[in-house]
């Protein structure tokens, strides 16, 4: 079955400290993967995605993520974390070969900065 | 960011009483979803469409109902809501094999 997972529920990390959100998927078909920020109350805003080429991928707000096949894994990062990127984090994946543009997410990671 | 509206914003509503909430969009992006958002399940898709009056199921479907009679539209009503429906709705859209855009969310409450 295809499924996404992100392991860890909360996370605390210290202003300035480095920061690593686990993404780990399942799915069938070659994938494409997408990180998403939740604010509280907001709707969802694009961090980065990954369709093909370079396995490192660059985003917005300092994030980079690196799509790891032989572990079906999709690890977001930021080297130094700000009090701002306390928030809600969904990793996503889809297909490739699919015509409905249909996303499975994980169940989200929340971080807290502490100052 | 992506002209993406949705209304109302919230709502409070009975058990047992119809309600539909809206999602326009001003992009002209092919593909619509509906998602709702609960603690610990992340977002799980209700319905979707691709495509004026064409639409399908997602994982949770039972007891909504979609409809687009125009593009920029995409309406999901509750036929009879339940307390089990309370929860944050996001509409999205996007053109394949791209990202999807978010609306602000309707945060429903089923009493």
């Known amino acids: 079955a295809q499924s996404v997972t992100q392991p860890d529920i909360h996370i605390t990390v210290s202003e300035g400290a480095s920061l690593e959100l686990r993404c780990n998927y399942s799915y069938g078909a070659t994938p494409y993967l997408f990180w998403y920020v939740q604010s509280p109350g907001q709707g969802l805003q694009l961090l980065l995605k990954?369709?093909?080429?370079?396995?490192l991928v660059q985003g917005i707000k300092g994030f980079e993520a690196e799509f790891k096949r032989s572990q079906s894994s999709f690890n977001l990062r930021k080297p130094s974390v700000h009090w701002s990127d306390a928030a809600e984090y969904f990793c996503?994946?889809?297909?490739?070969?699919?015509?409905?543009?249909?996303?499975?997410f994980g169940q989200g990671t929340t971080l807290q900065v502490k100052p | 960011d992506a002209g993406i509206t949705q209304s109302p914003r919230h709502k409070v509503t009975e058990t047992g009483t119809p309600v539909t909430l809206r999602c326009h969009q001003t992009?002209?992006?092919?593909?619509m979803y509906w998602y709702r958002q609960d603690p610990g399940h992340g977002l799980r898709l209700i319905h979707y469409s691709y495509g004026v009056k064409d639409t399908d199921k997602g994982e949770v479907s039972d007891g909504y109902s979609v409809s687009r009679s125009k593009t920029e539209d995409f309406l999901l009503t509750l036929e009879s809501a339940t307390s089990s429906q309370t929860s944050v709705y996001f509409c999205?859209?996007?053109?394949?094999?791209?990202?999807?855009?978010f609306g602000p969310g309707t945060r429903l409450t089923v009493l």
């Open positions: 996503a994946v889809g297909a490739i070969s699919s015509n409905t543009g249909k996303l499975i």
């Open positions: 990954y369709f093909s080429g370079d396995t």
């Open positions: 999205a859209i996007a053109e394949v094999y791209n990202e999807q855009f």
């Open positions: 992009e002209n992006h092919r593909y």
